[in-house]
Antibody, heavy 119, light 110 residues
Framework: EVQLVQSGAEVKKPGESLKISCKGS????????IGWVRQMPGKGLEWMGI????????RYSPSFQGQVTISADKSISSAHLQWSGLKTSDTAMYFC????????????WGQGTLVTVSA | QSVLTQSPSASGTPGQRITISCSGS????????VFWYQQLPGTAPKLLIY???QRPSGVPDRFSGSKSGTSASLAISGLRSEDEADYYC???????????FGGGTKLTVL
């Protein structure tokens, strides 16, 4: 069974750094892309970017380019989303999801990681 | 402003058939597959329809998808109270080299 398990909720202050994770199991981790999706409180889904763990090929949505870093560590079957200087506007639920490849969309989803940024 | 356009709300009574529409452009729906997701309150989105009209195992055949040109639709027949949720369409966008979502449709079962 394909599973994506995300790290737990985080509470941070503006300007702090953060790295959240998404661990895949039940499939060949290096054979599928992993995408990240943001959902701000009471709002819709926003695509952030995608990474192919096999070779770390990464593509960012223009809205998130330069704002976050997506990475993967295939040795532990995990993908990561990180910020170097959080803003209050980064407060949101973040989901990871598997993607078969460019041209497709997300199929299996993680449970989400709630990030709260507040002074 | 979402790249794909959905009506913000829809409603129906139990047993009824409803459709939710999604409008895009040649760079997304017009040239790539459409996906539909159901998001119940406080949970992660769940894949409902993939590649325009395919249902993952476990998704009831009350749910069906279709695509024509740069538009797509999700139909739900035999509406049930547990179908009350937010529904999102999505497609890969060749210009943005990423997935684009609709703004979501909140379905109310009266």
């Amino acid at each position: 069974e394909v599973q994506l398990v995300q790290s737990g909720a985080e509470v941070k202050k503006p300007g702090e750094s953060l790295k959240i994770s998404c661990k895949g199991s039940g499939y060949i981790f290096t054979s599928y892309w992993i995408g990240w999706v943001r959902q701000m409180p009471g709002k819709g889904l926003e695509w952030m970017g995608i990474i192919y763990p096999g070779d770390s090929d990464t593509r960012y949505s223009p809205s998130f380019q330069g704002q976050v870093t997506i990475s993967a560590d295939k040795s532990i079957s995990s993908a990561h989303l990180q910020w170097s200087g959080l803003k209050t506007s980064d407060t949101a639920m973040y989901f990871c999801a598997t993607v078969s490849g460019p041209g497709d969309s997300a199929d299996y989803w993680g449970q989400g990681t709630l990030v709260t940024v507040s002074a | 402003q979402s790249v794909l356009t959905q009506s913000p709300s829809a409603s129906g009574t139990p047993g009824q058939r409803i459709t939710i529409s999604c409008s895009g452009s040649s760079s997304n729906i017009g040239s790539n597959y459409v996906f539909w997701y159901q998001q119940l309150p406080g949970t992660a989105p769940k894949l409902l329809i993939y590649r325009n009209n395919q249902r993952p195992s476990g998704v009831p055949d009350r749910f069906s998808g279709s695509k024509s040109g740069t538009s797509a639709s999700l139909a739900i027949s035999g509406l049930r109270s547990e179908d009350e949720a937010d529904y999102y369409c999505a497609a890969w966008d060749d210009s943005l080299s990423g997935v684009v979502f609709g703004g979501g449709t909140k379905l109310t079962v009266l």
